[in-house]
């Protein structure tokens, strides 16, 4: 039987990582991959700075590779890892989701946000999440698979061409954050990560020459990545969920934390902290009757204090309700109060303006379910 004749569910590409990329290399692994394919060496640098500097991966737009060779390289060196399935806009076009989908039919999203001062990109690290935090979109349909390193910059290489190309309002500008806040535990797929992170933040043609203070990891808590993380010797902000301050109550939020307790994350953040000097952004999603007590603030507030110091921010997210989900958001004057609260114990405290929910694209609501 021919495969012509297969029905389609064999056709179906099977789930995998995708084929190796240029931003999965370093410089040196690209010459050495440029090589191999019989090509000057110095072919790895003029793609590097199409792509990292140009943001292309069009080999037929590159006048100074051969002709001849520009097929090859980029087969091999720029396969295409990421369509658009759609875009979303919102805030009157200031954010945009993007539903996109991967060589193997996997699909991922990620948010563009443009404010006044920068424009900051959410992006995906895993497609899923095996995390399964119950108030989170993502983590009631698992993990599918890890993104490569590839998958995660060209998210970030596709936003900044985005932004470039003044594709949402205020004209032409330039990308200038990254949160790993999208889809995913970025910790859970580590080297990838941060392999992205350096292509994200090295100067072109190495990468795309973003600062390392603009750029955010936030993770559920996984403290022995976090104790690794601390030795990679970067300065990007790490954010951890923290969403409760007592281990009875962050057991069921953040189940991971059976595994990893509340001091033992924060003690690893607070390595994290003295180590890069930078403050710990401790994320918060405040729910309506589950996290939102006074005392709750009070202990977090505590807490904070004695074992981050001035290393401490509180980022309060305002809990975006999932679709058949029963948690909700606490009213406004029970935030102030959980705000104010937590200030009074002298830790930094602040609330997370809440971009994109009209089109699901907020914290916790990236789902990818219509992919
Ligand atoms: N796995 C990483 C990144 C996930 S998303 C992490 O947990 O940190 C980034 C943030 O959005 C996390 O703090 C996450 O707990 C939060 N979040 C998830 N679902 C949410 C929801 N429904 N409303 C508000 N914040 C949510």
């Not at 990582?17 to 003029?46: C, I, N, T, W, Y």
């Not at 994200?200 to 043609?205: G, L």
């Not at 937590?342 to 990236?366: N, P, W, Y």
Request: hydrophobic share 35%; proline share 6%.
């Amino acid at each position: 039987m021919s495969s012509k004749s297969l029905p389609l569910v064999f056709d179906a590409p099977k789930r995998g990582m995708p084929p190796r990329h240029l931003a999965d290399l370093s410089g040196e692994q690209r010459r050495a991959a440029v090589a191999e394919l019989g090509e000057k060496p110095f072919r790895a640098r003029q793609l590097a700075q199409h792509y990292f500097g140009r943001l292309t991966s069009d080999v037929e737009s590159m006048s100074d590779v051969p002709a001849a060779s520009r097929q090859r390289l980029g087969q091999e060196l720029l396969p295409t890892l990421l369509t658009t399935v759609h875009n979303l806009d919102t805030d009157e076009g200031w954010t945009r989701k993007t539903l996109w989908r991967a060589h193997d039919g996997t699909t991922l999203e990620s948010v563009l946000m443009r404010y006044p001062d920068r424009a900051t990109v959410c992006v995906s690290s895993q497609a899923g999440c095996g995390m399964a935090c119950p108030f989170c979109a993502t983590g009631q349909g698992g993990l599918q698979r890890n993104l490569s390193t590839a998958e995660i910059v060209d998210q970030v290489r596709l936003s900044a061409a985005m932004m470039r190309d003044g594709d949402l309002p205020g004209g032409p500008g330039r990308l200038s954050n990254v949160v790993f806040m999208g889809m995913g535990e970025p910790l859970a797929n580590y080297r990838r990560v941060m392999e992205a992170v350096h292509r994200i933040c090295d100067p072109a043609p190495e990468g795309l020459g973003l600062a390392q203070r603009s750029v955010t990891v936030s993770t559920v808590g996984l403290a022995p990545a976090i104790r690794r993380m601390t030795e990679e010797g970067l300065q990007v902000t790490l954010a951890v969920s923290l969403h409760a301050p007592d281990d009875e109550l962050r057991d069921t939020l953040v189940p991971v934390n059976n595994r990893w307790k509340v001091e033992e994350v924060l003690d690893a953040a607070r390595g994290y902290a003295e180590h890069t000097g930078r403050r710990v952004s401790v994320e918060y999603a405040l729910i309506r009757e589950m996290n939102d007590h006074p005392w709750r603030a009070d202990l977090l507030g505590k807490l904070l204090h004695r074992r981050l110091g001035k290393f401490a921010h509180v980022n309060v997210i305002p809990l975006n309700p999932t679709p058949g989900s029963k948690w909700d958001a606490s009213p406004k004057p029970v935030e102030r109060e959980f705000v104010r609260r937590v200030r009074e114990a002298g830790v930094s405290c602040t609330v997370r303006d809440t971009r994109g929910q009209e089109i699901a694209a907020a914290c916790g609501q990236l789902a990818a379910e219509n992919g």
